[in-house]
């Protein structure tokens, strides 16, 4: 099938199933259910046959990493070849007890869990250098952006409440009355947006993500 | 018996004038109808971006976000989508000036998807050759594996940094690592919750729907512009709405609430 027909069948595909799942969703008839769990049940299998290709990708990458000796990872890939298959077989064997088997347990908590928590603590460091820099009084807005960081600080705080009643009464006001409206506006514009995109895609008129198509 | 199901008639009958009102001005647009659009800053940096890595000889870093999601999801399975989208537009850019684009995602169906992509954007520059699947990476979802990124920005230390696609709190400590490396960066996303962290840490920003006509708005395509139009026209509509909701409702009238069912 040339590659024009394969576009076209997708998007002729993607039209069909968003017009019957938004008729689904409106409309009371009955006789859309049945269609409606069958495409469902479906689109859980292609998403699992997805990952089964990234999976085979993933493979097949380290593969000719290690293959290639690629200096500093292809003993990186290497691990992953190995514990890959491993942790795969150890869950199809043990498919009653799952991840209480013993060995799987052993691994998941003086490993992973314990190398997990290592490098989550890493990325604190950056967390508190992005909140200086955001924090830097450069321009007007960046400093209203400061006070009002510190007032609801403060208020979140208890020790604010003891340095000044007021504190709470501004963090809270700022929260619900400052932050709500601004967080709906772009909630709307991003729903707005959205319902735009999936017309589009509808349309067959969004092609990006389908290899490209930006003439 | 009702054919609309219940407290859905006023979502359907926006969507319906939505739909209307976006084909219609799709159809002016394709018949000469002259509709312009604004322009983001952050669309037009792309080239930017792509042309500091090509001075500096350094790769461009892209993700569409490491949270833990799939294409299902409904929050963030189109703007990873919209992300590709422009992945596509970058890769293309990136392959006429000889610079690598290496793509990060936690996400295991878009990989095809994205494979795809940046295959089809190799083939289109008449490079199909240089396109090596060592370019997209798939970190897995936990907040540990965020490292892998890290790691990446520090060692590899790219000219560009692009954060476009559903974004959680890997937002704020990828934003940093590209700042800290100096790398040019370009952030968008409709998560609200993640927008102050990507406007703190990046030079342009895509905020909320502009993430979804980025991609679309580089064609130029009539039918793109006609649908952004149909958009402005109805965040009018819908801030008509809230005005004289708002106005009634201290007033003591409440018609409109009860109309909206809320």
């Known amino acids: 099938m040339s590659q024009?027909?394969?576009?076209?069948?997708?998007?002729?595909?993607?039209?069909?199933?968003?017009?019957?799942?938004?008729?689904?969703?409106?409309?009371?008839?009955?006789?859309?259910?049945?269609?409606?769990?069958?495409?469902?049940?479906?689109?859980?299998?292609?998403?699992?046959?997805?990952?089964?290709?990234?999976?085979?990708?993933?493979?097949?990458?380290h593969y000719r990493t290690i293959q290639r000796r690629v200096p500093g990872r292809w003993f990186l890939s290497a691990w992953l070849l190995i514990f890959f298959p491993l942790l795969t077989l150890i869950g199809l064997v043990n498919l009653a007890t799952g991840t209480m088997n013993p060995f799987y347990d052993w691994v998941f908590t003086n490993v992973y869990v314990q190398g997990g928590q290592t490098m989550y603590a890493i990325t604190g460091f950056y967390i508190f250098s992005a909140a200086y820099r955001a924090f830097r009084a450069r321009t007007w807005d960046a400093a209203l952006l400061l006070i009002a960081g510190c007032i609801v600080m403060l208020t979140n705080a208890p020790i604010g409440e003891v340095i000044w009643s007021g504190f709470p009464v501004i963090g809270t006001w700022l929260l619900n009355y400052g932050q709500v409206p601004a967080m709906r506006t772009?909630?709307?514009?991003?729903?707005?947006?959205?319902?735009?995109?999936?017309?589009?895609?509808?349309?067959?008129?969004?092609?990006?993500?389908?290899?490209?198509?930006?003439? | 018996m009702a054919i609309i199901s219940e407290g859905t008639l006023i979502g359907f009958a926006l969507l319906v004038l939505a739909f209307v009102l976006f084909y219609l001005l799709m159809y002016l647009a394709r018949t000469g109808y002259k509709i312009s659009a604004r322009t983001f800053p952050a669309v037009v940096a792309l080239p930017e971006a792509v042309g500091r890595a090509a001075e500096m000889g350094k790769p461009i870093y892209y993700t569409t976000g490491l949270g833990p999601t799939t294409l299902n999801d409904p929050l963030n399975g189109l703007q990873i989508l919209a992300g590709i989208s422009i992945l596509g537009y970058v890769t293309r850019l990136?392959?006429?000036?000889?610079?690598?684009?290496?793509?990060?995602?936690?996400?295991?169906?878009?990989?095809?998807?994205?494979?795809?992509?940046?295959?089809?954007?190799?083939?289109?520059?008449?490079?199909?050759?240089?396109?090596?699947?060592n370019l997209i990476n798939f970190a897995a979802d936990q907040d540990s594996s965020l490292t892998a990124s890290l790691g990446f920005i520090q060692r590899e230390k790219p000219a560009s940094s692009i954060l476009l696609g559903g974004f959680y709190y890997e937002s704020v400590v990828l934003g940093e690592a590209g700042n800290i490396v100096g790398a040019l960066q370009i952030g968008g996303t409709a998560n609200t919750h993640q927008m102050p962290f990507m406007v703190a840490t990046c030079d342009y920003m895509l905020l909320s729907e502009e993430l979804y006509a980025a991609s679309a708005t580089i064609a130029g395509d009539p039918d793109v512009l006609g649908s952004l139009k149909g958009e402005d026209i109805l965040k009018m509509i819908i801030l008509l709405i809230l005005v004289i909701g708002a106005l009634l409702s201290v007033a003591g009238v409440n018609t409109i609430i009860d109309i909206l069912g809320i």
């Not at chain 1, 514009?189 to 003439?215: D, H, N, P, Q, S």
């Not at chain 2, 990136?94 to 089809?120: C, H, I, N, Q």
């Open chain 1, 4 to 61: 024009i027909y394969r576009k076209q069948l997708v998007f002729v595909l993607t039209a069909i199933v968003a017009i019957i799942m938004v008729m689904s969703y409106f409309f009371t008839y009955e006789g859309i259910t049945p269609i409606t769990n069958q495409i469902q049940t479906w689109a859980l299998i292609i998403q699992l046959i997805a990952i089964g290709i990234g999976a085979i990708s993933l493979i097949r990458v």
């Open chain 1, 186 to 215: 772009f909630l709307i514009t991003a729903a707005l947006g959205l319902i735009a995109f999936g017309f589009r895609a509808l349309l067959g008129k969004e092609m990006g993500f389908y290899g490209g198509g930006m003439e």
């Open chain 2, 94 to 133: 990136a392959v006429k000036s000889g610079v690598k684009v290496f793509y990060y995602t936690p996400v295991p169906d878009s990989l095809p998807l994205v494979e795809e992509t940046m295959r089809t954007a190799y083939l289109a520059e008449g490079k199909p050759e240089e396109f090596d699947t």
